[in-house]
């Protein structure tokens, strides 16, 4: 019987392997210097947790979640999503200490979501996200968007790369007159789509950013005739502030996410690339103020953002842009005889010892084969070992670009391998 992956999975090697220790290696840097620390939370959640956090009538809780009862009956899921297992960490391990705010996490980590698998599009997929605690102003939104767009460039995105999508989420009273107007406008639309329909009554905002019917949204309300002066000076300053540092936004008033616990700020940063076409959103974030109350923390508001490394990498690719540089070998070695192989194993201790990448012929390959090998490894230099090259205690060195041979003493193997 032949097993297949999952639908909607990918098994990584080669070089897929390396991009994704690069695109990791970038993203831990960048993080660094925004002073920001890692965390790692487990891949499975309590269920209760993405339903009180994410939303119970989201796509992602009601549609997407992989859910699993555990040997006691407890219902468990795959963690869909970053924001609410931070926050469960933040809170059980007391994280949000006032010594400790503004509190400034990074996570990297594998994500699922019971999708229907495109391109861009996973099962399971690689999200770096942020969360931010204790930073209510204007000035910390600009710097999560700020963060996103270097981690990008970062990459090797071009800022006409990019587009970045901003929006703000009313809410209280704004917000009650807003849905109650929005409901009124949709009612009186025909044929909406089914989900459409279900969510008037569910969750009315996601209506708003619908692909199918957008062509019938185009006179219905919009938030920004419902926001508040104070919203507006929040919206406006974010505005100034992105300005100042060269960042252009397109204000969207139909962005609403997909994801219930934003309040506030929200944006969007799409590939402007069509490789990805539906699935050009590489990264989505925003301020969630109830979020770590909601979920038994501290009344501290919070922000942050999700990027998706595979539409990352997708993108990267199109652009032919590589993150991880070539595999080389300083140097492989084969050694024609039994006692010449046991000086190799010797050799290749001392050679990685002194932080070469050096490595052995284990196949007794014939020697057109092996320096066909060390041209496969991406090797500089090919060491063979003889009978006669023990006897005086030398080596042949075999620079792989020049194609010159030398015979080396012991002592300066390293120095000519170093100096090719
Ligand atoms: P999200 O918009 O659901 O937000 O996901 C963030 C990013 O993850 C998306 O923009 C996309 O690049 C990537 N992504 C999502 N689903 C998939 C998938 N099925 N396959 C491949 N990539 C995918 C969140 O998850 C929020 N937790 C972000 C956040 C953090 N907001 C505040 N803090």
């Known amino acids: 019987m032949n097993f297949k992956k999952p639908r909607g999975t990918e098994d990584l090697f080669g070089n897929k392997v390396n991009e ?8 831990r840097d960048v993080m660094s210097k925004y002073n920001f620390d890692e965390i790692m939370t487990p891949v499975f959640e309590s269920t209760d947790l993405f339903k009180r956090g994410v939303g119970d009538t989201t796509d992602i809780v009601q549609k997407e979640m992989y859910v699993f009862e555990d040997r006691k009956n407890r219902s468990m899921a795959l963690r869909p999503e970053g924001t609410a297992p931070v926050i ?32 861009g599009r996973n099962r399971e997929f690689n999200q770096c996200g942020v969360e931010v605690f204790g930073k209510k102003s204007p000035e910390a939104d600009s710097e999560i968007i700020t963060l996103a767009i270097s981690l990008l460039r970062n990459m090797g995105f071009q800022t006409n790369d990019l587009s970045v999508e901003l929006n703000y989420l009313i809410s209280g009273v704004s917000k009650t007159k807003y849905v109650s107007e929005l409901k009124n406008s949709l009612k009186k639309i025909k044929d909406l789509c089914d989900d459409c329909s279900s969510r008037i009554e569910t969750n009315v905002l996601r209506v708003l950013d619908c692909k199918v019917d957008q062509d019938k949204l185009k006179n219905v309300p919009t938030m920004n005739d419902f926001m508040s002066e104070d919203d507006k000076t929040w919206l406006n300053s974010l505005v100034k502030i992105l300005g100042l540092i060269d960042i252009s936004v397109n204000l969207n008033p139909r962005l609403v996410r997909g994801l219930d616990y934003y ?16 699935q050009s959103t590489l990264c989505g974030g925003g301020r969630y103020d109830n979020l770590l109350k909601q979920l038994g923390g ?11 490394i595979e ?16 595999k080389a070998l300083d140097a492989y070695i084969v050694g024609l005889t039994p ?13 990685r010892s002194e932080g070469l990448i050096a490595d052995f012929d284990y196949q007794d390959r014939n020697m057109k084969s092996v320096f066909k090998q060390s041209e496969r490894l991406n090797s500089k230099n ?14 042949v060195i075999k620079n792989q670009q020049t194609k010159k041979e030398t015979k080396v003493s012991y002592g ?9």
């Open 20 to 27: 994704y220790v690069a695109i990791s290696t970038i993203i």
């Open 311 to 326: 539409r990352i990498l997708l993108d990267l690719e199109a652009k032919k842009i590589q993150l991880a540089s070539e």
């Open 88 to 119: 469960r960490a933040v809170v059980e391990n007391k994280l949000a200490q006032p010594e400790n705010l503004p509190l400034k996490l990074f996570y990297i980590g594998k994500y699922y979501r019971y999708e229907r698998p495109q391109i």
């Open 382 to 395: 090919v060491i063979i070992i003889g009978e006669s090259e023990l006897k005086e205690n030398v080596v």
């Open 412 to 420: 300066d193997i390293i120095k000519t391998i170093r100096g090719n």
């Open 263 to 278: 309040t506030g700020m929200v944006f969007e940063i799409k590939s402007t690339d069509k490789t990805l076409a539906s």
């Open 339 to 351: 006692k010449a192989k046991q000086f190799s194993t010797m050799l290749l201790m001392m050679l």
């Open 298 to 308: 501290p009344d501290i508001s919070g922000l942050g953002f999700g990027m998706g």
